[in-house]
């Protein structure tokens, strides 16, 4: 079994990270850092992914696609039709082709192989910035061209650095949206609670580390307890205490609608790519 990378940035990374540290099966072997090899335009690039994790590097995009069985297409969207049509008539027809790009659809990504999507092996994910470490959130969206056994390999990939969900295609630009892109936000909402802290007199290292892990274990209530947001923020809100306040000064702010506009706003523009 090889893996190959056609991009080795920091997504390519999280997943070559956290296949090699959970020694994931795949087709009953544990792959190992001989299974993978990446290609990467710059050779500074290349050299430091061949030493990091001990994988074959090269510059030539045909040759990962020639040498994968899983082939995992890790470049911005913009380039996937430059990638794909110098690589098109090296991947072969038993290939699974992974996509980590926003907004490209499967039937959109198989039409630049010149293939149709139920001849083709293909899955799109979409990973997120929290997968490096090792606590991400990913889309799996199979193409129908994908088998079961594709869809089991690709989830156990993606659930080597964090939690790995199932979704049909209609609702990919959702989830680029409320997990893609949504760290971005909640890095602004740290940074914001940092600097009210700030304000109040805190020096801003612990400002960030308190706010930091208030936002992380704040995510983990939900995840763990199943509980609604609702239920754990009333449980905070004493009757006439400082926390409710709070929550009064945000509502005038609108902070609930402009999180709403925000996610609208990323899935408008993955319509566009």
Known sequence: MKIGFIGLG???TAIIGGMLRDEVVVQGSPLTAADIIGSAKTEATRTAQAEAFG?????SNREVAAAADILVLAVKPVFFPEVIAEIRDAVDDDTLVVSIAAGLTLERIAALFGRDTNA???IRCMPNT?????????AVCPGPGAAEADEAACVSLMESFGRAIVIPERLMDAASAVAGSSPAFVFMFIEALADGAVEA??????????AASAVAGSAQLVLETGRHPGDLKDMVCSPGGTTIEGVKALEVRAFRAAAMEAVEACVAKARTL
């Open 10 to 12: 920091n997504m390519a």
């Open 55 to 59: 994988i074959a590097t090269t510059a």
């Open 120 to 122: 083709m092996r293909l």
């Open 130 to 138: 929290p997968a490096l470490v090792n606590a991400g959130c990913t």
């Open 201 to 210: 007199g805190m020096p801003r290292a612990q400002a960030y580390e308190f």
